[in-house]
């Protein structure tokens, strides 16, 4: 089967392994980053251009497109290819909403019944400015597209002067702002696979997205991940299925949202419970690389259930026995400022059996998808002819590669992560020497 994974992060790069070694499939990637074109040839297409997506996969005989990046699925991939009979792992551009609209996501979550944080949608900014006075501060002010980022404000006036500059800024067609209150705690996401009726569970995942330990530290994406093997994570993940995406796939059913693919959680741990603070139609960056490399089965027939609704048929997934730790590198001056172009050295040193799953990498060695030939190969030949003898990868970003380490305890897992972190060099890296150091607590 010639399967399209469309994205350029790590997530990308997660999914191309995973489902590379899926028996008969042949794997591609768009646009991809310097270790994914060491697994998949790359194509040069824009995920977020549904249209030209289309088009190609149709021209050159795709047959299943796995979004890593959901611009694609927001952009209306589904609607553009349900004449092609091309499979999508994501739903249309209606229920993908989910994620690139928080109005519509905060709407459909208090709908739903579930825990999320004090806190309403306001559609203009006069009604917005009564609200921000009656609220107690910290506040979190999120505009409706995730692209557009959000804010944490301790001081009221500033609070304010935010919220003018982002109704000042708004694009057309956004649905106006989200304030809520700011919760501190543990950020946690958690992912299903589901056909619009059942659900198969994922792995609940602590996520580390501030620079440096304190609270106060920038926001930062990408600094870590941790998935936990005691009874404790476990107990986590039945009961954020059973509370938070179950009742999440009947709410899609009954707003009559047709729904397929991946479908995920972001949530802050407070001292009542965990409120819900986003949804999601993929698996989050950091979220893919750490999870995946637990999972036993192949990803491919499970994706294929899922879109043509037999999960039900599906057994539980199978899980390795193990922790996992991911830790992101990154550049001095992430996420901000940063160099960029220098060679990526280290990765032949890494240990049998750690990952490396590049975010922001170019390739000049790696492979590239031509209509009239293939590039062949085993894994084995394609890793050592791009360590031996072919161009330097080079950093094309702040957050450049994840290294990722299992074990039987997370203190065994952490350790390997940290070693061979240690081993990646590039100018000014950087990273967390504390993730995992607690499972989730």
Not at 24 to 38: E, F, I, S, T, W
Not at 76 to 101: F, K, N, Q, W
Not at 280 to 308: F, H, K, N, S, Y
Not at 352 to 374: C, I, K, M, S
């Amino acid at each position: 089967m010639k399967l399209l994974v469309l994205g350029a992060d790590g997530r990308a790069h997660a999914l191309v392994w995973k489902l590379f070694s899926s028996p008969g499939a042949d794997v591609l990637v768009a646009p991809g980053n310097g270790g994914a074109a060491l697994l998949a040839p790359q194509v040069d297409l824009d995920p977020g251009d549904a249209a030209a997506v289309a088009r190609w996969a149709f021209a050159e005989g795709v047959e299943l497109i796995v979004p890593a990046d959901t611009a694609s699925l927001a952009a209306g991939l589904v609607d553009e290819v349900v004449a092609m009979h091309i499979g999508v792992c994501g739903p249309a551009a209606r229920a993908a909403l989910i994620e690139h609209s928080r109005c519509f996501a905060r709407a459909l979550i208090e709908r739903s019944g579930l825990p999320v944080p004090r806190g309403r949608v306001c559609g203009d900014l006069a009604t917005a400015e009564r609200y921000l006075a009656a609220q107690p501060m910290p506040v979190a002010i999120k505009a409706d597209s995730p692209a557009d980022g959000e804010g944490v404000y301790q001081d009221r006036y500033a609070a304010l002067e935010a919220l003018r500059a982002r109704f000042g800024a708004m694009p057309a067609g956004a649905a106006g702002v989200v304030i809520e209150e700011y919760l501190p705690g543990l950020i946690i996401g958690f992912s299903a696979l589901t056909d619009g009726s059942t659900a198969l569970p994922m792995l609940p995942v602590r996520l580390y997205d501030r620079l440096g330990p304190t609270p106060d530290s920038p926001y930062a994406p990408g600094m870590g991940a941790v998935t936990g093997n005691s009874t404790y994570a476990r107990k986590l993940g039945d009961y954020l299925h059973t509370r938070l995406i179950l009742p999440l796939v009947r709410a899609l059913e009954r707003e009559r949202l047709p729904y397929w693919g991946f479908l995920g959680v972001d949530c802050v741990v407070t001292e009542h419970g965990p409120r819900v603070t986003g949804l999601r139609c993929g698996l989050r960056d950091m979220e893919a690389q750490a999870v995946l490399p637990r999972l036993e089965d192949d990803l491919l027939p499970l994706i294929e259930a899922a879109i043509t609704r037999r999960l039900g048929q599906v057994p539980p997934l199978r899980w390795r026995d193990e922790a996992s730790v991911a830790i992101g590198l990154v550049a001095q001056g992430y996420p901000h400022h940063f160099p960029v172009g220098a060679a990526l050295q280290g990765l032949g040193d890494v240990d049998e059996g750690v990952l490396v799953f590049h975010d922001q990498t170019h390739n000049p060695g790696g492979l590239r998808y031509t209509p009239a030939a293939r590039s062949g190969g085993g894994l084995a030949a394609l890793i050592m002819g791009a360590h031996q003898g072919q161009p330097a990868i080079t950093v094309t970003g702040g957050h450049v590669v994840t290294v990722v380490a299992l074990g039987a305890t997370l203190a065994g897992a952490r350790g390997r992560a940290l070693l061979n972190a240690e081993r990646i060099r590039f100018p000014g890296r950087t990273y967390r020497e504390d993730v995992g150091a607690h499972e989730f607590r």
